[in-house]
Nanobody
Framework: VQLQAYGGGLVQAGGSLRLSCAAS????????MGWFRRAPGKEREFVAA????????YYGDSVKGRFTTSRDNAKTTVYLQMNSLRPEDTAVYYC??????????????????WGQGTQVTVSS
């Protein structure tokens, strides 16, 4: 099983980026596909998640209203559309997949597979 995240880069504050995470090795339609980030000197933070079969989306408080996550029909790729980016969004973004239950959606514990991370840098 492999997760490949891409789409990161350097953007000015107020700009947008779209991250993608392609999963291979098995299908994940019944798994939650999530996004976490880690900024320098900070703890890993839950960003967003697409629930089983893409039925529902979940967001961390700091990104609500600005970020949108979605999945493709084959359920092998998850996206993170990031709008109105702020310098505090600067971090390495990781995608993750797992049989996560609803109450644990923002915890990294239930995510079994992780991508390598993609750097997002927002300049002021």
């Amino acid at each position: 099983v492999q997760l490949q995240a891409y789409g990161g880069g350097l953007v000015q504050a107020g700009g947008s980026l779209r991250l993608s995470c392609a999963a291979s090795g098995r299908t994940f339609s019944s798994y939650v596909m999530g996004w976490f980030r880690r900024a320098p000197g900070k703890e890993r933070e839950f960003v967003a998640a697409s629930g089983r079969n893409g039925a529902r989306a979940y967001y961390g408080d700091s990104v609500k209203g600005r970020f949108t996550t979605s999945r493709d029909n084959a359920k092998t790729t998850v996206y993170l559309q990031m709008n109105s980016l702020r310098p505090e969004d600067t971090a390495v973004y990781y995608c993750a997949v797992g049989p996560v239950i609803h109450s644990m959606i923002s915890s990294a514990t239930g995510y079994h597979y992780w991508g390598q991370g993609t750097q997002v840098t927002v300049s002021s």
